[in-house]
């Protein structure tokens, strides 16, 4: 085995090692959303993603989320909210509003609606 | 808030609103949509013809091997290193544009998904094209720092990839267009326009200008434009179009008519109750709308696997580059990169996680145009699996108002006195059953006199005075209390409550005249539906409050074998309860205020005949007309969507699955095959496009309950 053959499967083994812990095992902070008058609101663009995509709320305090689809590709005209049983289309360039009140702590996971793109409202007490 | 008087004010400046604008009128929201549809689909359109336009000439410098396809064997005998050297280098030249611009969506929206730790499909086609653009410029570039014979560059894969892709893209596109064509039917049936009258005049406004309490009025052949309540006229509605229900329906003073519902013949007043997004109309359009949005269960566990695909493919596309570049024929980088990008480029992801929402637009959009509202995707798929549905019987399998059905006259006396007396008897009381009689003595022709003397005996019948002749109309305790000798109609009696029906002694002048009997009367479509559940597998069961024999007479006439009866409406939900145990899927068919405890309690509630009151909370299904057609259909439906839902999955997975290690070579060592990445880019883009034409079938979907309905 020559040193470049060597070469190579060192950097395709770190490039697997790499893709595992960039996608699958990197945890992020998310963005904690400031409150204002009692409303804790945030705009989430939306391009080729959600922007900032993992928001950190209080329990119990009214939340809103102004979406913001800065792109025409079809798969993100759609933001989906499963466990709160909520959906929205997002016309391009258009602020759409989402608006709930978590009443306990938790993940609230959206998505567009193929699942591709995602997201995550974390509530802390 | 708004006073009286500026309600007033506002009226009469709406009233003053200029008309000149109102045939141009379209639905903004729908109209914005399908806007946005047609710009996507012209940009892609574009952006594949320029790919397609540069791939042409990139192709034909490629392949020296096919000599007609090579171009320049047209110019030349034998092609000189430098110019094939050159012609390369414009095709590499010629690729960045097509990249940049044809395939700029791909790299924004990866670099999008990697800022943010994740990655799609974009991901996957920017990766495969930029990799075979960034392999083959090294190769024009620096060619020794390749082995011998494989630094041959390969530009065509990334323009015809992109081309192909973007043009895959395209007819999505289109094709997503007509699957959520069902809200923009249902927007199109809104009336545009409103006669209502303002100080006595007729005005023409904006049918959105209507306000509760305004007098609207609606000539032959108009749309009706809000929800409301008839105070004058009558005519016949073609309500088809929002209850699916195909016959024409007659409204007098006091009923209920529903905007977007078309007038046929008569002309009538109506006082608007509800408007805006308070309409039946609007009501419909929304629940349709959320339901589009929602998750059916078995789209959560495709969540799960497309979470880890895109990282995996990529995995696997690194191991397939290594496993070439270790162990391959000669030359081993050149099939090491071409197959590690021939994986990146097969995988589709998103005909994985398209099976499921696409199936599920189309299939609620079905349901919506039979007046089917299937409140989220969990509803579709459990109806899909229902085992039992349970029937309540009055207002659902029947129309749950009495008619009268029986008269028979004992001896000495005919039909016509028998009916008279009865019915004239019967006029001042309130009784259901009594109200029945003296509706058919109406509806045969019957001239009613006023009775005197009137008296209702609780739980016993009436007692009265007609023309002199003292009636008694009432049960067999009534006769008794009287001492009237029954024995000659007796029979007639006991065989009319065999039949289910409510048999009434009439006596006149304390003699037996005869009986006349009421009977809650099945709906004209009841049989046919229960009979499409019953040959679909599904054991239909009818519950009541009803005695044994009435529920029996009723059940056999319908065809139903298992009847719960004497059940108290508190009971219901505790019935559905047990008929779920061992985990079997039980839908319950009720109406939505009486019937919803029992209806929340089953797998799948239905509400049935709701007319303008759409969004009932315990329901999951809500049916528009009152006929059971519409809980046939919307199983009929669900299972049809479910199917539909389940081959795109099923196909969407077997291409994943199987095409990704034949482009990893897997067919080499045993067939010497290997996928090209253009046909690898091919079958990708086809994929997708299989995925949402599989699911705009379902617009085509043809039901037993309304296919019969209309042979009958």
Redesign the interface.
């Known amino acids: 085995m020559d040193i470049t053959?060597i070469f190579?499967?060192i950097l395709?083994l770190a490039?697997?090692a790499l893709?595992?812990w960039?996608?699958?095992l990197?945890r992020?902070e998310g963005v904690q959303v400031a409150e204002v008058a009692g409303l804790q609101e945030v705009t989430i663009k939306v391009?080729?993603?959600?922007?900032p995509?993992v928001i950190v709320v209080k329990k119990g305090k009214p939340v809103r989320l102004n979406f913001l689809r800065q792109?025409?590709?079809?798969?993100s005209?759609?933001v989906?909210f499963?466990k709160i049983?909520?959906?929205?289309?997002l016309?391009?360039g258009e602020t759409v509003a989402i608006e709930f009140t978590p009443q306990e702590n938790g993940e609230i996971p959206f998505?567009c609606?193929?699942?591709?793109?995602?997201?995550k409202v974390i509530v802390a007490g | 808030m708004m006073t009286v008087s500026d309600l007033t004010i506002e009226k009469n400046k709406r009233a003053a609103t200029p008309l000149h604008s109102l045939n141009n009128l379209a639905d903004p929201e729908t109209d914005?949509?399908a806007q946005?549809?047609a710009?996507?689909y012209r940009?892609l359109v574009r952006k594949f013809w320029f790919a397609a336009a540069i791939s042409i000439p990139v192709m034909l410098v490629a392949y020296p091997e096919v000599p007609w396809l090579y171009l320049p064997n047209l110019f030349v005998q034998e092609a000189s290193q430098t110019l094939v050297r050159w012609l390369y280098v414009l095709s590499g030249l010629a690729t960045l544009p097509v990249m940049l611009y044809s395939g700029r969506?791909f790299f924004?929206?990866?670099?999008?998904?990697l800022?943010?730790?994740?990655?799609?499909?974009?991901t996957l086609i920017a990766l495969g094209t930029s990799a075979a653009w960034i392999y083959s410029t090294i190769a024009l570039i620096i060619p020794g720092i390749f082995p011998e014979g494989t630094a041959t560059p390969f530009y065509d894969v990334t323009a015809i990839v992109t081309a192909l892709v973007v043009l895959g893209?395209a007819l999505?596109?289109r094709a997503?267009g007509q699957t959520s064509q069902a809200i923009r039917k249902l927007l199109d049936l809104q009336a545009k326009t409103a006669r209502v009258l303002r100080d006595g005049q007729e005005v023409q406004i904006l049918a959105e200008e209507v306000l509760v309490g305004d007098v609207v009025v609606v000539r032959p052949g108009e749309k009706i434009p809000v929800d409301g309540e008839i105070i004058k006229g009558y005519s016949t509605v073609d309500e088809s179009l929002v209850t699916g229900e195909s016959l024409p329906i007659d409204k007098k003073v006091g009923d209920e008519v529903v905007g977007a519902t078309l007038n046929t013949t008569g002309t009538f007043n109506f006082r608007a109750t509800k408007v805006g997004k308070d309409t039946a109309l609007a009501q419909i359009v929304k629940m349709v709308?959320?339901a589009?949005?929602?998750?059916a269960p078995i789209?959560?566990l495709?969540?799960v696997v497309?979470?880890?695909f895109?990282?995996a493919v990529?995995?696997i596309s690194?191991?397939t580059?290594?496993v070439w570049?270790?162990f391959g024929p000669s030359p081993a980088l050149a099939f090491a990169i071409v197959t590690a990008v021939t994986v990146l480029i097969i995988a589709c992801?998103?005909a994985v996680?398209?099976a499921v929402?696409m199936s599920l637009v189309a299939g609620v959009g079905k349901g919506a145009e039979h007046g089917v509202l299937i409140r989220?995707g969990e509803a579709l798929q459990t109806a899909s699996q229902l085992k039992i549905v349970v029937l309540d019987k009055t207002g659902t399998i029947t129309k749950g108002k009495p008619e009268l059905t029986d008269t028979v006259p004992a001896a000495g006396f005919d039909t016509e006195t028998l009916l008279h007396y009865a019915a004239s008897a019967d006029q001042p009381s309130e009784h259901p059953l009594a109200q029945a009689i003296v509706q058919g003595a109406r509806n045969r022709g019957a001239q009613l006199a006023d009775p005197t003397n009137f008296e209702a005996v609780p739980g016993h019948g009436v007692e009265t005075l007609v023309a002199g002749r003292k009636v008694l109309v009432g049960n067999a305790k009534l006769m008794a209390r009287y001492s009237i000798n029954t024995a000659e109609i007796n029979g007639e009696v006991e065989r009319l409550q065999g039949e289910g029906k409510t048999a009434m002694f009439v006596a006149i002048d304390g003699k037996a005249a005869g009986v006349v009997a009421v009977a809650d009367t099945i709906k004209d479509d009841s049989v046919q539906a229960i009979r499409v559940m019953q040959e679909a597998g599904i054991e239909v069961i009818m519950i009541t409050g009803d005695n044994e024999r009435t529920a029996q007479a009723i059940a056999r006439q319908v065809g139903i074998r298992r009847v719960l009866a004497e059940v108290l409406p508190q009971d219901k939900a505790q019935e559905v309860h047990l008929l779920k145990k061992g985990g079997i899927k039980v839908g319950m068919v009720g109406d939505g205020i009486n019937d919803a405890p029992a209806l929340a309690e089953a797998s799948v509630g239905f509400a049935i005949g709701t007319g303008t009151d759409v969004a009932i909370e315990a329901a999951d299904i809500t049916l528009m007309s009152g006929s059971l057609k519409g809980v046939a259909y919307a199983i009929e439906i669900s299972k049809a969507t479910m199917r539909n839902a389940k081959q795109s999955l099923a196909g969407a997975f077997a291409y994943n699955t199987l095409g990704i290690p034949v482009a990893a070579g897997l067919l080499f060592p045993i067939f010497g095959l290997l996928l090209s990445p253009l046909i690898a880019g091919a079958a990708m883009a086809a994929s997708s496009v299989t995925v949402v034409t599989n699911a705009n079938r379902l617009r085509f979907f043809k039901a037993k309950s309304f296919a019969k309905a209309a042979i009958n």
């Open positions: 053959t190579v499967n395709g490039l697997i893709i595992v960039y996608f699958w990197f992020r391009k080729g993603g959600y922007d995509d792109e025409s590709a079809m798969c005209e759609m989906i499963d049983q909520k959906s929205a289309k016309p391009e998505q609606q193929m699942g591709m793109l995602r997201g | 914005q949509e946005a549809i710009k996507e940009s969506q924004t929206g990866a670099w999008g998904a800022k943010r730790h994740s990655a799609d499909m974009n893209q999505e596109v997503k709308q959320d589009m949005g929602s998750k789209a959560r495709v969540d497309s979470s880890y895109v990282p990529m995995i690194i191991l580059f290594m570049f270790n992801p998103c996680g398209m929402p989220n």
